[in-house]
């Protein structure tokens, strides 16, 4: 025990103080920065795919060479064959690209150039008291798009029958290099650079002042705005709080909460935390794609980019164990107990007819191992802080550790069930959460106004 708190005494102690660096604007774009006139309009945008392209995906779906997956085993091995050809039957036979085009379409979408590429965004605003609307960009994951937000923005926005009690403007933007927004053609582009371009975006439609809402990615590219553009942001909510890119701190106290959990977490915390073997199995097991992005992304996207049959297992492989680790025992994966088929296949088509699985898989080799993102990492989080533990998320992360790297923590809930794909899984939950969370902010801001 005194080894251990020695460590994190010590861990601390020699961290360099947190220092905020100075984000300067980039250049994304083809060529050198001022090659091509910098324009700050805002342009609509419809999804509208040709037909050869969706001609060529099904001729390339129809001469898919499948593997043969042991006929004893599930998803232990990853997609089983079995049901990858289910998937795709249906894929060919009854999913109608055509028909969630229109559903993509059915709230209205923009894009506008920042830094030299285009950013694709969904803009929905409500019908009623629309002065009263709380601005809220909400920010996806990988390998997840921003149509995992569709269930939620009537719950969040309203409809003309049902108006919420706290209406919000949902800005929802994709992430550059996936979906519609265009890829960076610069390497180097990170969080930090995605944090900054979306508080531009939030800017360039006229919001000084905003919430923000992610996860995965999102949850990391939200928390960095609530690091360096505190003055900016009203609050954070998260569905995934992960700890910082940071060497030190956070990381030391989870190291030894893995060993001597009684110094990290709470008695009640530590009944529902996995042992520490379990903790490395699954880190084991779970991670791999995060090794290949984060080193070498571009041989296995050229892949994945030339087999759409391919794509779909690699992705709804996530969609299958990130909902839930046991699923892996389940002949179909058990991804139709969380989500439907269209829902993921339409997540699937978006990456297929924007080309986008390299510059998605690119990000994970531009942030992990950046010293740019382990210092803004030891930032204090100190704008008001909401956070929705999904109890099958990969990373455990108990209030407690949260506590040690999100310093203004108002609202922490343990959910009933869950994933890594809360919104598109759980949409009514994480829009009362986020209603929940936004009460409590500007409830206290009030009681500190009555207060001055």
């Not at 129809?62 to 091995?77: C, D, G, V, W």
């Not at 008695?267 to 529902?272: G, N, S």
């Not at 609202?411 to 936004?438: N, Y």
Request: glycine share 6%.
């Amino acid at each position: 025990m005194p080894v251990a708190l020695a460590v994190i005494i010590s861990s601390v102690y020699f961290c360099s103080p947190p220092v905020k660096p100075e984000l300067k604007d980039g250049w994304w774009g083809y060529g050198e920065k001022g090659s091509k006139p910098a324009s700050a309009t805002v342009d609509p945008f419809e999804v509208k795919v040709s037909s050869d392209v969706l001609a060529d995906l099904k001729a390339r779906v129809l001469k898919t060479r499948y593997i043969e997956s042991f006929p004893q085993t599930n998803f232990e091995y990853g997609f089983n064959s079995a049901y990858l050809k289910d998937v795709v039957r249906y894929w060919v036979e009854k999913y109608n690209w055509r028909d969630h085009e229109k559903i993509l379409n059915s709230y209205p979408q923009f894009t506008t150039t920042i830094e030299g590429i285009q950013v694709h965004f969904v803009h929905v605003k409500p019908a009623k008291n629309a002065d009263k609307a709380r601005p809220l960009l909400m920010v996806h994951g990988w390998p997840g798009s921003f149509w995992e937000f569709y269930k939620i923005i009537p719950l969040l926005v309203g409809t003309d029958k049902v108006v919420s009690d706290i209406p919000f403007e949902l800005i929802i933007p994709s992430i550059p290099g996936y979906g519609f927004s265009e890829a960076p053609h610069q390497p180097g582009f990170d969080a930090s650079d995605a944090a900054r371009i979306f508080d531009i975006l939030m800017r360039r439609l006229g919001h000084q002042r905003y919430y923000v809402q992610g996860g995965d990615w999102g949850a990391i590219i939200v928390k960095i705005m609530g690091q360096i553009y505190d003055s900016n942001i009203i609050g954070v909510h998260t569905n995934m709080a992960v700890p910082p890119f940071d060497s030190c701190g956070v990381f030391v106290r989870l190291l030894i909460g893995t060993v001597f959990p009684s110094l990290i977490y709470t008695p009640a915390e530590m009944k529902t935390l996995p042992s520490l073997s379990q903790q490395f199995i699954t880190l084991i097991r779970e991670t791999g794609y995060m090794h290949i992005q984060a080193t070498k992304p571009d041989t296995v996207a050229t892949g994945l980019n030339d087999s759409p049959v391919g794509l779909a297992a690699y992705i709804l492989e996530k969609f299958s164990t990130w909902s839930n680790p046991e699923n892996r025992f389940c002949k179909d994966g058990c991804i139709t107990k969380h989500f439907t088929l269209d829902d993921v296949l339409t997540n699937v088509m978006i990456y297929w007819v924007t080309e986008s699985i390299a510059p998605s898989q690119r990000f994970y080799k531009e942030n992990l191992a950046n010293k740019k993102l382990e210092q803004i990492g030891r930032l204090p989080l100190k704008v008001p802080t909401g956070v929705a533990w999904f109890p099958h998320e990969l990373v455990p992360t108990p209030e407690s550790l949260v506590r040690t790297h999100m310093e203004n923590v108002v609202q922490f809930t343990v959910m009933p069930d869950g994933g890594h794909f809360a919104a598109m899984e759980k949409p009514q939950l994480v829009a009362d959460d986020v209603i929940s969370f936004v009460k409590i902010v500007e409830g206290a801001a009030k009681e500190d106004a009555a207060n001055a």
